[in-house]
């Protein structure tokens, strides 16, 4: 072989690779006791068959990614729950219009195949499917030298849904008196690491000998699917607010209806430990407000006589409490008081 020879593999790119990884997730998708599925991992495109007993199905879709909770994920080189907060942060979404998530595809793009660290990322997509009673049912693997630096990559994924136009959650079933209630985060989930990753660069934090913020930065992003669907099936929501980038004034807001007010007490809010870390950091209550969920993971807008079968649907970890009503007003939403911080 002429080694003066362009190819693709001396440029950065290994197909064996890529293959071996798609054989690799093409089997262990395909590892599911019960009713036989299509599976075309490998193909052109994934087939998904529509759920059934829907008299006017429609489609939801939503798409995210993680954001720069990758970079922490390198740093800590633990990457068995990035793929958990990436199916989260794309069907927390869809079930803010009342949707049932049915199948999810994923795309990573990275430096330079590395299989474990695939594997692993694929691990927590499963498990994040397997959460939210979605299927993976497909995705892309892109290696992309030259674009990413050593060791570097990105994800991103694409979440698909199904509701009947009966059961869509839409400002119009909010009224006035309803009741707001939090259902806590189990942390920051997956907004505001840019602004995470300055602090610890700035004030030369080592992570890695850091056991609270190792812990903390890491933990998967709650997936509250079958809390909220239960609630939806049961007719006991009127709206809901996933809280995510923008907090909970920027996520509250683009569900309530004009002419009505989402007033909120600060400080009812129960804090978590790490917001309470990164409060002491020189970040305003603004800042914090519009960057973390603060401990608010998720909203539900509720009517009061629903209040004590609602709370019945979570565990206690993540039981709901109220922070807020909704009232007459211009302003979609309303502050009062301040965050008690720790």
Not at 326 to 331: A, E, N
Request: one cysteine or more.
């Amino acid at each position: 072989m002429n080694k003066k020879l362009f190819t693709y593999k001396k440029s950065g790119v290994n197909i064996n690779a890529a293959d071996k990884f798609v054989r690799y997730i093409s089997k262990i998708t395909s590892k599911k006791k019960g009713k036989k599925k299509f599976n075309n991992i490998g193909g052109f495109g994934s087939i998904s068959s529509i759920p059934k007993n829907m008299k006017k199905p429609k489609i939801v879709a939503c798409t995210d990614g993680v954001g720069t909770k990758v970079e922490i994920a390198n740093i800590l080189n633990k990457f068995d729950t990035i793929g958990i907060d990436l199916v989260a942060m794309s069907v927390n979404d869809l079930i803010v219009q009342g949707a049932k998530p049915i199948l999810f595809l994923d795309y990573i793009s990275i430096n330079k195949i590395n299989l474990r660290k695939l594997k692993l990322i694929l691990k927590g997509i499963i498990k994040g499917c397997k959460i939210a009673k979605c299927e993976l049912v497909g995705g892309e693997t892109a290696e992309m030298p030259g674009t990413y630096d050593k060791g570097k990559f990105d994800i991103a994924g694409f979440a698909v849904g199904i509701v009947d136009e009966k059961k869509i959650l839409n400002y119009r079933k909010i009224k006035m008196n309803d009741l707001i209630l939090a259902v806590p985060s189990s942390g920051v989930h997956a907004n505001g690491y840019s602004l995470i990753r300055n602090i610890i660069n700035k004030k030369k934090i080592n992570i890695k000998k850091n056991y609270f913020l190792k812990n903390e930065l890491m933990k998967q992003t709650k997936i509250y699917v079958n809390e909220v669907l239960s609630l939806i099936e049961k007719n006991l929501l009127n709206g809901c607010a996933n809280i995510t980038g923008g907090g909970l004034v920027d996520n509250v807001k683009r569900v309530i209806p004009d002419n009505l007010s989402a007033t909120i007490d600060l400080n009812k809010i129960k804090t978590l430990n790490i917001f309470n870390w990164l409060k002491k950091n020189d970040i305003s209550d603004n800042e914090m407000l519009k960057t973390f969920n603060c401990g608010v993971g998720f909203c539900l807008i509720i009517n009061p006589k629903n209040e004590t079968k609602i709370k019945q649907y979570f565990s206690n970890k993540f039981k709901p409490y109220v922070i807020g009503k909704i009232d007459r007003g211009k302003t979609k939403v309303k502050l009062n008081g301040k965050i008690n911080w720790r």
